[in-house]
């Protein structure tokens, strides 16, 4: 086994700030969010794939894939947010196994409301912290780095996918 690529104090000092910055950001959007529209960020994310989806709808598996989630997890997800009427699942007429889940209007119109917190609070603590030159660079520093864990993350996710699960 080689040694280590240790973090310079550079990098370190960096990779904890950065580390940090997400976490916070993180809480307060997702407090933000329970608190003006009574949802976790989760179910904001899994009506907002599907509110911007071909008549409201996809596929359990590619809602899974969007939202970056396991197929159980958003099963459950799903599960919360069919008990809340915001989406419905319809079968597959083609695949016995398959199903997809729909935005109804109910959850559109929660969507809705939520949006301009969601969106306010976001902007209060990130966009407003920085400049134009800043927001740049982050965008290019994000997706450098999705571009590069795409396909490991991708991987994982289809290794914690029990055969087992619940068809989606």
Known sequence: MSEPRWLSA???RVWRDFSIAVSMLRGH????????????????????????APGRTLRMSELAEKCRSSRSRLSHAVARLEASGWVV????GTDKRGS??????RGFAALRAAAPGHVEAVREALFDALTPDQVRA????AQAIQHKLTPQCAAAMAALEDPLDEPV
């Open 138 to 141: 982050l965008g290019e520093i």
């Open 29 to 52: 959007v997702e407090s933000q969010l329970q608190r003006d529209a009574g949802m976790p960020h989760t179910y904001y994310e899994v009506l907002v794939v599907l509110s911007e």
């Open 100 to 105: 997809f889940a729909r935005l109804t209007d």
């Open 89 to 92: 699942r319809d079968s597959c």
């Open 10 to 12: 550079e990098e370190q």
